[in-house]
């Protein structure tokens, strides 16, 4: 079993409408929770973070904890064309190293 | 303002021939890491180093050694190449997530190999 498992998509949807990610994750020492954004042909960058269980607004983005399920969600609300990219879900232990969602590609349609 | 810079960006390998990638960052992060991409799979851990001199094997490291002799450089080297490490590679630099949590990612080296 993957230690994070994200569905891949692809996932195309309106623009404006609200987008839903999600990964479910087996390891319990996670404490860091972390969501990446890719645009094509381009490096992963930080979108939000999180520690431990709660929700995290930033703008138009939630990023959702529930340790006792295991499961992260992002939120993405009046989705924007912009939006287009790979989103990598990222937990992580510890101070060293993240590990990553398979990444969700998702399209916003004009 | 360059941060963390991969070279090179792209690189056809015959079976057999070996390379060093390399990957540079200027903003004094302790932690360095390769990972490589493949479609349907994330991004998988490589090697990492948390700091000059230490290395460490990550989730995929057969086939790669690394060496961190300077703190702002990290290389990935592959002695032998095989076509199933045909990827994109990715280094990414970092203070460690109880000091920050953000992870910094080059522009990624396109690997082919024939």
């Known amino acids: 079993q993957k230690e994070v498992e994200q569905d891949p998509g692809p996932l195309s949807v309106p623009e404006g409408a609200i987008v839903s990610l999600n990964c479910t994750y087996s390891n319990s020492a996670f404490q860091y929770f972390m969501w990446y954004r890719q645009y094509s042909r381009k490096g992963p960058e930080l979108l939000m973070y999180?520690?431990?269980?709660g929700n995290k607004e930033d703008g138009r983005f939630t990023a959702q904890v529930d340790k006792s399920s295991k499961y992260i969600s992002l939120f993405i609300r009046d989705s924007q064309p912009s939006d287009s990219a790979t989103y990598l879900c990222a937990p992580a232990q510890g101070a060293q190293k993240l590990v990553f969602g398979q990444g969700t590609r998702l399209t916003i349609n004009p | 303002n360059a941060g963390v810079t991969q070279t090179p960006k792209f690189r056809v390998l015959k079976t057999g021939q070996s390379m060093t990638l390399l990957c540079a960052q200027d903003m004094n992060h302790e932690y360095m890491y390769w990972y490589r991409q493949d479609p349907g799979m994330g991004l998988r851990l490589i090697h990492y180093s948390v700091g000059e001199g230490t290395t460490a094997k990550g989730e995929v490291p057969d086939g790669y050694n690394v060496s961190r002799l300077k703190k702002q450089n990290f290389l990935l080297g592959l002695e032998s190449a095989a076509p199933s490490q045909t990827s994109v590679y990715f280094c990414?630099?970092?203070?460690?997530?109880?000091?920050?949590?953000?992870?910094?990612f080059g522009q990624g080296t396109r690997l082919t190999v024939v």
């Open positions: 999180t520690y431990s269980s």
């Open positions: 990414a630099s970092g203070r460690g997530l109880r000091r920050n949590t953000e992870a910094f």
